[in-house]
Nanobody, 121 residues
Framework: QVHVAESGGGLVQAGGSLRLSCATS????????FGWYRQTPVKARELVAT???????SYEDFVSGRFTISRDTTENTVYLQMNTLKPEDTAVYYC???????????????WGRGAQVTVSS
């Protein structure tokens, strides 16, 4: 079983930056990607960015050009560098280990507590 734990959230002014970290542990034999998601009290959890184990990355349009997902395999950690933050980026951010196929995506870890990101205007 895979485990994840997010850290690095906080309060930042609009235009500022934050870096989130996701420590992973456990069996990753079925994992072929890691993803960052976010959720607000009025919006369902949504995908933000994905990094595949072969190094490919993908981003949702609303963060493209501002956020960067990366992975340190020696530290078993996945990062989300968030620049030019906007108030609408305010959310709880979650990471997960994924199994992505042509037809579906499975989250393989239990969802963690997440990291609260608050962007003030």
């Amino acid at each position: 079983q895979v485990h994840v734990a997010e850290s690095g959230g906080g309060l930042v002014q609009a235009g500022g930056s934050l870096r989130l970290s996701c420590a992973t542990s456990g069996s990753t034999s079925s994992v072929n990607a890691f993803g960052w998601y976010r959720q607000t009290p009025v919006k369902a959890r949504e995908l933000v960015a994905t990094i595949f184990t072969d190094g490919r990355t993908s981003y949702e349009d609303f963060v493209s050009g501002r956020f960067t997902i990366s992975r340190d395999t020696t530290e078993n950690t996945v990062y989300l560098q968030m620049n030019t933050l906007k108030p609408e980026d305010t959310a709880v951010y979650y990471c997960n280990a994924l199994r992505v196929t042509d037809t579906a995506t499975w989250a393989l870890a239990s969802w963690g507590r997440g990291a609260q990101v608050t962007v003030s205007s």
